[in-house]
């Protein structure tokens, strides 16, 4: 013979309250700032867009020689406070695709203003209609860059680079990446860190360059001897939700060569 023994009403009734507000109820850290304003840099005011072009693979050559004629003059016009900071095709990845890294000195007001004036000019107005007739589809996201990653500088030489494009909740971001990045400086092959405010959001951009793919593969393994590379890797690879890697070469215009 079995005893159930029942809890008294009263009791249950605390305990089912008690569940059913775990399920709407979530304790939380409290925050004095947004989470873009921990991860970026406090000493700049820079924005950054990066731009994928798909383009027609019967224009690519006529695409980056009106690309690179275009940013030229954007590039050194002091009457726009933006930069082109590097500019690629796809080698490995999706194909025939053109990516453009862009930097506003300024943040967003830098932005708008530089919308604005392109608006005006007449040039520009012309590229674009040109350009038009070269794409298949083109996408954009405005980008601020982690506080804990170097700033891109332009490179000489023949390089390779590699984009890295990872998924991952905001508040996991900062504690996996600032690990690792120490573990990848030893041959200079870290470009730039950035992530999304505008377009898809929690995405990281990581962008490495590299004398060649066995140079890649190489410095990538070194990394794996180095004590605590391990544990880095054990504890940041749940994090992620995805990831994509596209190898590039840089245009002839790039300031990243």
């Known amino acids: ?49 990066i731009q994928f072009h798909n383009v027609k693979p019967e224009c690519l050559e006529a695409y980056n020689n009106l690309s690179a004629e275009v940013q030229g003059h954007l590039h050194h016009d002091k009457d726009y406070p933006c930069e082109v900071i590097g500019s690629w095709n796809t080698w490995y990845g999706e194909q025939d695709q053109a990516v453009h890294l862009w930097r506003y000195t300024g943040g967003y007001p830098a932005l708008t203003e530089c919308l604005n004036k392109l608006k005006q000019n007449k040039a520009y107005l012309e590229f ?9 589809s083109r996408r954009n996201q405005l980008l601020l860059e982690f506080s804990f990653w170097n700033d891109p500088l332009p490179r000489a030489g023949s390089n390779i680079y590699e984009l ?19 573990y990848r400086q030893e041959n200079q092959e870290a470009v730039g860190g950035f992530f999304t405010q505008i377009g898809d959001l929690y995405i990281v951009h990581h962008l490495w360059a590299y004398k060649d793919l066995q140079s890649r593969d190489e410095t990538r393994n070194s990394a794996w001897q180095k004590p605590g590379w391990d544990s880095t890797v054990y504890y940041t690879v749940p994090l992620i939700r995805s990831m994509e890697s596209r190898i590039m070469i840089p245009t002839k215009n790039s300031p990243l060569q």
């Open 164 to 182: 890295r494009v990872s998924v991952i909740p905001f508040n996991h971001i900062k504690s996996g990446r600032a690990r690792g990045i120490r």
């Open 128 to 136: 674009r209609k040109q350009r038009s007739t070269m794409l298949i």
């Open 1 to 49: 013979m079995f005893v159930v023994l029942l809890p008294s009403r009263g009791l249950a009734d605390k305990n089912e309250k008690g569940w059913f507000r775990s399920l709407f109820v979530h304790k939380v850290d409290p925050r004095t700032d947004a989470h873009s304003n921990l991860l970026s840099k406090k000493e700049t005011s820079n924005l950054y867009k």
